[in-house]
């Protein structure tokens, strides 16, 4: 079985055990989050637990092992908000440029993690 065959049905064992998905994505692996029936929000491709910071226009998605600097900070509300656009919009070309977005800012991030290791 590949890993995305496993990661969806990872996904359909968590939808018939009451878990319920989620718009956002993990942040890591890109894979949709579940929420438990029980409240908890994970990740079924990390599995791993992922906590959900509000902040005031945005609600970001913040792995729970991630420390923030203030820029990595941004980045992820950026992501945030391109990730609630791409939920919504029906355009193919629109969810084209917002994948491409999000692919150079997931980059990005990627790069300011590094640094900081
Ligand atoms: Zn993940």
Redesign the pocket.
């Known amino acids: 079985m590949s890993k995305r065959d496993a990661d969806a049905k990872k996904g359909a064992d968590l939808l018939r055990s009451g878990a319920t998905m989620l718009p956002q994505a ?1 942040p ?2 890109k ?1 949709p989050l579940f929420k438990l029936s029980d409240g908890e929000i994970i ?1 079924p ?2 599995n ?1 637990r992922v906590i959900f910071v509000k902040s005031t226009e945005v609600e970001k998605v913040v792995a729970e092992s991630a420390t923030t600097s203030q820029f990595e900070d941004d980045l992820q509300k950026k992501i945030a908000q391109i990730r609630e656009r791409m939920v919504s919009t029906k355009n193919p070309e629109d969810l084209e440029k917002m994948a491409k977005a999000l692919s150079s800012l997931f980059d990005l991030l990627e790069k300011v993690r590094r640094r900081k290791a």
């Open positions: 993990c890591d692996c894979v990740c491709s990390c791993r």
